[in-house]
């Protein structure tokens, strides 16, 4: 892949750059997406039956499990050099942003800093009822472990379907993507909200849109440039590009 020189030099004097991850980056990591990962057992059931606060109502016992098993798939997975790649772009670029709809914390295990988990995180949990996070709970292979200040039941502390973003990552995603120059979509479908209307958003607002997917997807055509590929290879060869050794 030969980057166009138009784009390498718009990199290099990007002063201001926002990057949105999806499943795509962590996949040469081995994780799969959410549809794909549901294997063995859990392949009978809806994803909405796993990950709903509905079915979370219903069987906390079931959600708990899935998601224990989940963190146990995320045990021992490393970044790839697609991450690595995204925190040598966070050292060049002078304001960068990286928002991931990613759970899978690969993204803070590589070394970025400036990172917004709009989706939550897989390794975190926190109490259904009076929204205490907690560190630490009991062994993952038992009944759904108690939030120590009130009792309730912890759960995940992920996005679920049917939920509202977080406020706190949210807000700053919008606020980084008013005055970007450059908005940089890696590895994401676009088919969740609110990814697409995020490249929008920064559209609109003036910033050059770039893709980077092993497939084209709904925001391709709107892009001012696409590199198709897998981030694992093409984002280090992005950084050699502008910046060389
Ligand atoms: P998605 O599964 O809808 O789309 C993945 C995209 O990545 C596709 O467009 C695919 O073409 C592309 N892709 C696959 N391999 C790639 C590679 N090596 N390099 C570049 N691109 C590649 O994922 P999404 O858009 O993130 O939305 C799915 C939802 O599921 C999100 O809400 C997310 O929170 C959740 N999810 C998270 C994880 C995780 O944390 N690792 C995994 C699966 C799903
Ligand atoms: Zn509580």
Known sequence: MNFPA??????????????LTGAGVSQESGLRTFRDAQAGLWQQYKPEDLASPEAFARDPQLVWDWYAWRREAVKGVRPNPGHYALVELEAKIPAFTLIT?????????????NLLELHGNLQRVRCSDCGTFAETWENDSGSVPRCMHCNGLLRPDVVWFGESLPRDPLEKAVEAI??????LSIGTSGLVQPAASLA??????????????????????????????????????LIQAVWGN
Do not use: Y
């Open 200 to 237: 929008h958003a920064a559209q609109s607002n003036g910033a050059v849109v770039v893709e980077i997917n092993a497939e084209a997807t709904p925001l391709t055509p709107k892009t001012d440039f696409f590199f198709q590929g897998k981030s694992g290879e093409l984002l280090p060869k």
């Open 101 to 113: 709809q990613n759970v899978d914390g690969l993204h803070r295990f590589a070394g970025t800093r």
């Open 6 to 19: 138009d784009f390498t030099s718009l990199l290099s004097r990007t002063g201001k750059l926002v990057a």
């Open 178 to 183: 008013r005055t970007c120059q450059v908005f």
